[in-house]
């Protein structure tokens, strides 16, 4: 431990960001970095404290705790405390494949289970792993590491997300061939298109990208498998198959006037927006551009939050943003304790442009839609809304959100964005491997097994257990990768 009182004497210091109305004149990212002897002091604030939950990764009473990929936090704190840069992103890569992601787009669960913040502030931990990875891409030290034996097994990836790429990168450095195979135009999935750039620059992605082509991992883009190549010629060229391709299928919002023009899901929105600004700098008419709209966005989450930010940087002329759910308490309850993640108020970046540009809030709690309504010529033109209440069910005796009659009421409405989450992975990739899937159409397996009922199919990430956090894809894509080396070899020494 650097510092035993850094806690004490140094105050939480975050990167500072760049004014809302100074930010959504682009789409880049918006903090500017500490500099390197800040972030050591930061870094001193670690307590290296008896029992680190930071780095805990567990469930406490049905909610997360600390990190999933068990990061060894206090030890790089530490390391980077005394300027031990290549020893910190040795420990730090240990067991994150990708933390270059990770900084920037994970909410941070191991700060939410620090223990300074029990009394104060948690450590910057986030932006501590930031710098280490940066330092490292600088100095050379995240230069590729290309394995020196290599087995003749050939591992086939499907889905170049997180998961993905945690897995192939894992088994490439065991030894093994692997080729990863992307339906899209360029490698990252979710990583790619389905976070902002402003999140997430994608020379991010392209960066780990050619490091992982040097260290011998192949590539194949635009090959949708179960469609332009087969299931079964994957699994006659390959000794193992992992489907790792997210869950994919949007939850959609069934109401009368759905077929309305101006409707589209949040993927699809962002994916738009990202390759015509990768492509063509957002040339007009290669995107779905929210400009001069009166944008509805449905939908809490992180993904509603992304759409807020993307439309008002397209010139949006509006933004509303509606959630099924009450406004959460802005400090923790009794029943949400630390070290749980604390289920309180957030607002995020899309938020905070949204008040200052139009001046308040584009959150409606309690709040869902009843209908669509359009135009003769078929174009959404208003959104009728009905408010909700929780309400026991007599039956199940559980509290859901139910509409409160008479409460109905119509908002001018022209574009709508669906950003309700996901059920699962899609149909026809699991048919066309015949892998089993569960109520939630997620990948069934045994519980805490990769394996599928398909012989030599392995499935991680979204596709085996629902959507989630980058963090968790990681883990799931390295848990996948060691139970495919067990299976290849007999034994295995990844963990």
């Excluded at 002091?41 to 008896?50: E, F, H, I, Y």
């Excluded at 997360?64 to 390391?79: K, V």
């Excluded at 050619?210 to 010629?233: H, L, P, Y």
């Excluded at 193992?240 to 939850?251: E, K």
Aim: net charge neutral; hydrophobic share 35%; glycine share 8%.
């Amino acid at each position: 431990m650097g510092k035993p009182t850094g806690f004490l004497d140094y105050e939480r210091e975050d990167a500072p960001a760049f004014s809302p109305k100074e930010r959504i004149k682009n789409f880049n990212e918006f903090h500017t970095p500490l500099s390197r002897e800040e972030q050591r002091t930061q870094a001193a604030r670690c307590m290296d404290c008896g029992v680190p939950f930071c780095q805990a990764g567990m469930t406490i009473a049905g909610a997360a705790s600390g990190c999933p990929l068990n990061n060894l936090i206090p030890e790089w704190n530490d390391l980077l405390y005394n300027g031990s840069m290549k020893q910190a992103y040795d420990r730090l890569h240990k067991t994150n494949n990708f933390p270059e992601f990770t900084s920037r787009v994970c909410p941070a669960l191991c700060e939410a289970a620090c223990t300074c913040g029990l009394n104060g502030k948690a450590v910057s931990t986030k932006a501590n792993e930031n710098s280490i990875i940066e330092y490292a891409y600088e100095h050379g030290y995240a230069a590729p590491r290309v394995p020196k034996n290599r087995t003749d097994k050939k591992i086939a990836v499907i889905g170049s997300g997180p998961s993905g790429l945690a897995a192939a990168d894992t088994l490439n450095q065991r030894g093994h061939n692997v080729t990863v195979f992307e339906r899209s135009d360029r490698i990252g999935g979710l990583l790619m298109y389905g976070i902002p750039n402003m999140k997430l620059e994608k020379h991010i992605i392209d960066r780990k990208i050619e490091v992982m082509k040097a260290e011998g991992v192949e590539f194949v883009v635009n090959t949708d498998a179960g469609r332009d190549i087969k299931a079964s010629k994957l699994l006659a060229d390959y000794d193992r198959v992992i489907l790792a391709c997210g869950a994919s299928n949007p939850r959609d919002i069934k109401a009368p006037g759905r077929d309305a023009k101006g409707i589209y899901f949040a993927v699809d929105f962002l994916k738009s927006t990202t390759k015509a600004l990768l492509d063509n700098g957002l040339k007009d008419g290669t995107y779905i551009s929210a400009k001069d709209k009166t944008v509805m966005v449905i939908g809490g989450g992180d993904t509603g939050n992304d759409c807020v930010g993307t439309a008002i940087r397209h010139g949006a002329k509006g933004v509303i943003q509606v959630e099924m759910m009450p406004k959460l308490p802005e400090c923790r309850t009794e029943a949400n304790p630390w070290p749980q993640w604390p289920r309180v108020l957030k607002t995020d970046y899309g938020q905070e442009e949204a008040i200052a540009v139009f001046g308040q809030d584009p959150r409606i709690y309690e709040t869902t839609v009843k209908e669509f309504i359009k135009d003769k010529s078929g174009k959404l033109v208003k959104v009728q809304l009905v408010k909700l209440e929780a309400r026991k069910n007599e039956e199940t005796g559980r509290l859901q959100m139910t509409e409160i009659e008479g409460s109905e009421y119509t908002v001018d409405c022209d574009m709508v964005l669906i950003a309700a989450g996901f059920l699962g992975s899609e149909s026809y990739v699991t048919k066309a491997f015949g892998v089993e899937v569960d109520g939630r159409t997620n990948v069934a397996t045994e519980k805490d097994c990769y394996s599928t009922n398909v012989d030599n199919v392995f499935t991680a990430g979204d596709m085996h257990r629902g959507q989630s956090l980058v963090v968790w894809a990681i883990r799931e894509g390295r848990n996948a990768a060691k139970a495919v080396d067990m299976s290849l070899m007999g034994y295995t020494n990844i963990r």
